[in-house]
């Protein structure tokens, strides 16, 4: 079939998070199942200066009230896969792709609104008619409305569908300044009492189907507590709201082949995960010791990620003969207060305020177990990413971390990492417990635990098999 993928960044081109990386890889194994697959992304500075693209059409015009808005499609390939470009410079060519240095451009909503409308009006231009739209967060998330509105009558037979990436952004905005919507009189009905408006829920409202980045995010998007609060939306469309998890790209993060690895290793012989273990202690100034077990996090350094109940336990975690290595930055609070423990506990604990590419996967070859106690995590990477490379994970029991770790305790035979509950510092406390002692005291069951890890796939192929089957349930609704 053929689906115009709408979509704010793509990996290999601009990259700000998880989503560029379903920007690619989705589109390329749909692509691999026959289907005629089209990316659209605005023109970002970014790409411009290390691209190559090509014009394909006129310049184009959009109205909106009184103002025009001028732009080309420019078209490009990405490893086999068509992409094509809005350029509109005045909102495009900008140093940064959703943020200056410090700050988020005030005029986001307005330009991923027109983004929206132009991605829709291009594909006109183009004559390329998709069977599915697929949009991706507040971002692109007015298409549904757009599309059931369209004057033309060229989307009548398109159906289209919203993921939800993270709920919790949903870009709440005065309609005053978006003009691109200042047409339809439904949306007024749509402010809050402060006269904003909420794309997430107008998406939501909208889209013919709606899918969560994994079951169990899926599942929490339609409770109280997990509804970011769009309780009364995500119930409304309850029968409409699936949960797709995610895939990994094991082309990146592979043990076997990692080349960012002092030494590479699979299940067969796990000597070089002993050589990275190593390695990273080396690197990070800890002591070099083999037979203590090493628990590894990297991540952003926000609320969502645990540390509210990962920071009160710090000193009693450092009773215990282990090691901890956090790499990340984020919440100058939060940094501050790692640098702070640090300083106490040199020998055990180590909080490196930083991010590059060769750490975060030395640190998941080294790690013997990797952090992610996240308050919610619609769908969550790291912890596939330590699966492939036999780091065993401890996680809290929330969306995607929920969908792919066993826990020891709920199946020995099966478990593949530590999974802890409730969101307080004595249940992930009482788990790394657990954690440590499995590891002093049976190491034999550890080792087994790592193979099993490693076995465990998440492939973009499977994805792609849900996700192909949600567009031939969108079509016959």
């Not at 990996?11 to 920007?23: F, I, R, S």
């Not at 180590?350 to 030395?362: C, W």
């Not at 990492?417 to 049976?442: M, T």
Request: glycine share 6%; with cysteine; charged share 20%.
């Amino acid at each position: 079939m053929e689906v115009l993928f709408v979509v704010s960044e793509v990996e290999g081109l601009v990259k700000t998070g998880g989503l560029a990386d379903v920007g690619r890889a989705l589109p390329v194994a749909l692509k691999n199942f026959g289907h005629d697959v089209r990316v659209i992304l605005p023109y970002y500075k970014a790409i411009a200066e290390k691209f190559e693209s090509h014009q394909i059409s006129d310049t184009q015009v959009l109205y909106a009230n009184d103002r025009h808005y001028h732009y080309n499609i420019r078209q490009m390939d990405l490893d086999g896969l068509c992409v094509y470009l809005i350029d509109f410079p005045p909102f495009f060519d900008r140093d940064g792709i959703y943020t200056d240095s410090y700050h988020a451009f005030p005029d986001n909503p307005e330009r991923y609104a027109f983004f929206s409308m132009a991605a829709l009006h291009a594909s006109t231009c183009i004559g390329f008619k998709p069977q599915i739209v697929h949009c991706h967060d507040w971002h692109t998330a007015l298409v549904p409305f757009f599309m059931r509105r369209d004057p033309t009558g060229f989307y009548a037979q398109s159906r289209s569908v919203l993921t939800v990436h993270n709920g919790a952004y949903q870009c709440q905005h005065p309609l005053h300044d978006i003009p691109f919507l200042h047409p339809y009189e439904e949306i007024a009905a749509q402010k809050d009492n402060m006269g904003a408006i909420n794309f997430m829920k107008i998406g939501v409202m909208n889209a013919d189907k709606i899918n969560a980045v994994s079951p169990h995010y899926g599942y929490e998007l339609k409770t109280p507590l997990g509804s970011h609060h769009m309780y009364h939306e995500y119930m409304t469309r309850q029968h409409d709201l699936t949960g797709i998890l995610n895939g990994c790209d094991y082309s990146q993060w592979d043990p076997a082949t990692d080349p960012e690895l002092p030494e590479n290793y699979h299940t067969d012989d796990m000597s070089g995960k002993v050589s990275c273990k190593q390695a990273l202690q080396s690197a990070v100034g800890l002591p070099q010791n083999p037979d203590i077990p090493l628990f590894g996090m990297v991540c952003r350094l926000t609320e969502q990620k645990g540390f509210g109940y990962l920071l009160p336990i710090l000193g009693h975690l450092m009773q215990h003969n282990i090691q901890l290595l956090i790499i990340g930055t984020g919440d100058p609070s939060i940094c501050e207060e790692l640098h702070h423990f640090a300083h106490q506990e040199p020998e055990k604990f180590v909080f490196r305020e930083e991010f590059s590419n060769h750490m975060a996967h030395l640190l998941e070859a080294g790690s013997d177990y990797f952090l992610m106690p996240s308050l919610f995590e619609p769908c969550g990477l790291n912890q596939m990413y330590s699966l492939a490379y036999g780091t065993i994970p401890i996680v809290r029991a929330v969306g995607g971390l929920r969908d792919t770790v066993i826990d020891l305790e709920e199946s020995p035979d099966q478990a593949t990492g530590f999974v802890f509950h409730s969101a307080d510092s004595s249940a992930l406390l009482n788990c790394l417990r657990r954690a440590a002692l499995f590891y002093y005291e049976y190491p034999q069951q550890f080792k087994a635990m790592q193979h099993r890890a490693m076995h465990t796939k998440f492939t973009w192929e499977d994805a792609a098999r849900n996700y192909t089957g949600l567009y031939e349930d969108a079509l016959r609704s």
